[in-house]
């Protein structure tokens, strides 16, 4: 997120993203955006500005049922998250039937989110209020982008992942010494790019928005049938095998891998349901998937393997707890991705990715102060703005 190229793309994915979900939405209209003027230079200039503008915030018919969902989007909504990020992966031996489970050090951090109708961003602070002990686990670095799109019809989740430095969990299952004394592997590096959508059946009386975005709240029990598809392309890289020394008696040959990749894609379908109690929701939902996977790796001592595509598959986990008064609120959420190769030659890889999170936010009216600044701008009221044409 250091990176200021990486923030401007993910500023501008968003941006095209919900400039597109609203346009969908938007009510016949007379005046367009090629009303606006843009005949002298500064007009000209002007335009793609005051267009994009002129797209977000005019008024929209309701795509969704008032009494089901209430929207805060013309709100100014500000959350404190303390976070944390998921990444691990097995590497497992089929022919000796073990398995190695390589986790990081996971730290929680203290993060800031702000959301609007234009977008929701979430940056890291620099806070970090726990971090396990780095002498039995190691020092786990990384960059962690997971950008989750909402629309009311399509949501989509895009993920890219660099993790470096692991320690082996289940150490004590081969070593049989201290359940505290991990094997640590500083140059174990991982990367994952992960992509998928959902096309949410039931978006007049479900929100997704409401558990995982906050614009917002859910006002009666509701959910909706989920289909989609996905793809994922997981890498690992390492200074030596990854099966190390004190593993080797345990592992066939075969798995002695230094570097390898999978890559998988299917069609996944499933359900998501928020209960509501009051100002309390519970928010649940599960959604396997299925396709085909193919394993790539290499050898220490320099043997080549490649799989044919076989079966393999993804379960989605999410899950959120809250309290929500409509101006504020508090709760926990998570999400989960699990994948599972079922093919049985040789090794393979099995990985998960996610998040987790709890949080309080507050969403403020800010409707005034955001015409205030548009109008400075020059984003509204300027001469020839077809909003005040009568």
Not at 42 to 59: D, S, Y
Not at 304 to 328: C, E, H, I, M, W
Not at 353 to 367: Q, S, W
Request: hydrophobic fraction near 35%; aromatic fraction near 18%; charge should be positive.
């Amino acid at each position: 997120m250091k990176n200021p190229i990486t923030i401007k793309l993910i500023t501008a994915l968003l941006f095209l993203f919900f400039t597109q979900q609203s346009a969908g939405q938007s009510a016949p209209t007379k005046k367009g955006v090629f009303d606006i003027p843009h005949k002298t230079p500064h007009e000209l200039w002007m335009w793609p500005h005051r267009a994009t503008v002129f797209t977000i915030i005019k008024e929209r018919k309701k795509a969704y049922d008032t009494t089901y969902i209430k929207s805060y989007s013309k709100r100014f909504i500000i959350t404190m998250p303390i976070t944390t990020r998921l990444m691990h992966f097995d590497l497992v031996d089929w022919k000796a039937g073990k398995r190695l489970q390589y986790t990081p050090n996971y730290r929680y951090d203290i993060c800031i989110g702000i959301s609007s109708r234009w977008a929701t961003f979430i940056a890291n602070t620099g806070l970090t209020i726990y971090n396990r002990n780095n002498k039995s686990r190691g020092v786990t670095r990384y960059n962690d982008i997971q950008l989750n799109l909402y629309g009311k019809r399509v949501t989509s989740d895009i993920s890219y992942q660099y993790y470096r430095g692991f320690y082996i969990a289940n150490t004590h299952d081969y070593t049989h010494e201290d359940n505290h004394k991990f094997e640590v592997r500083p140059d174990v590096k991982t990367t994952l790019f992960s992509t998928s959508t959902y096309y949410v059946f039931n978006y007049k009386k479900f929100s997704y928005r409401s558990t995982f975005a906050f614009t917002e709240s859910q006002l009666k029990s509701a959910g909706s049938p989920l289909l989609g598809a996905y793809y994922t392309l997981f890498g690992v890289r390492s200074d030596s095998s990854l099966v190390s020394s004190i593993f080797i008696g345990s592992f066939d040959s075969l798995s002695r891998v230094w570097k390898g990749s999978s890559q998988t894609f299917g069609i996944n379908a499933g359900y998501i349901y928020t209960y509501v109690k009051k100002k309390f929701y519970a928010t649940t939902s599960v959604v396997p998937g299925f396709g085909l996977e193919q394993t790539t790796y290499e050898r220490t001592d320099a043997s080549r393997f490649r799989s044919s595509y076989g079966p393999s598959a993804k379960v989605n986990l999410r899950l959120g707890f809250g309290y929500d008064t409509g101006n504020f609120y508090y709760g926990t959420m998570g999400m989960y991705d699990f994948f599972f190769n079922f093919s049985k030659v040789n090794c393979t890889f099995n990985y998960s990715t996610g998040k987790a999170m709890v949080f309080v936010g507050y969403r403020f009216k800010a409707l005034k102060t955001e015409r205030r600044v548009l109008r400075k701008l020059g984003m509204i009221d300027y001469p020839g703005d077809p909003r005040n044409a009568k």
